[in-house]
Nanobody, 122 residues
Framework: VQLQASGGGLVQAGGFLRLPCAVS????????IGWFRQAPGKEREFVCG????????YYADSVKGRFTISRDNAKRMVWLQMRNLEPEDTAVYYC????????????????WGQGTQVTVSS
């Protein structure tokens, strides 16, 4: 399984970004896709996740109500829609895959894409 996140950029506080994650090769049946982010000097943290087969989503408290994760199985795409962005959302964002339901633990994710930088200016 290969993943590729993109769509990052510079946005003002209160703005909107939509990050796509393209998933290629391999079967995703029974897997979940998660979004993580890592700010400079901080640990990688879970943002949200979605199971590939069932409509189960998970969100970190810090992004609930502002971020939405969605997927298109046929296109093998997962999106992270971010609105009302805050400077604290500035980080490199990664998409990753793990077997089973999405968890918040990065160590459980086997496949990782390279990240995309999101910078929110105040």
């Amino acid at each position: 399984v290969q993943l590729q996140a993109s769509g990052g950029g510079l946005v003002q506080a209160g703005g909107f970004l939509r990050l796509p994650c393209a998933v290629s090769e391999g079967t995703l049946s029974g897997h979940s896709i998660g979004w993580f982010r890592q700010a400079p000097g901080k640990e990688r943290e879970f943002v949200c996740g979605i199971h590939w087969s069932v409509s189960t989503t998970y969100y970190a408290d810090s992004v609930k109500g502002r971020f939405t994760i969605s997927r298109d199985n046929a296109k093998r795409m997962v999106w992270l829609q971010m609105r009302n962005l805050e400077p604290e959302d500035t980080a490199v964002y990664y998409c990753a895959a793990e077997k089973g339901l999405a968890t918040k633990y990065a160590k459980n994710y086997v496949y990782w894409g390279q990240g995309t930088q999101v910078t929110v200016s105040s």
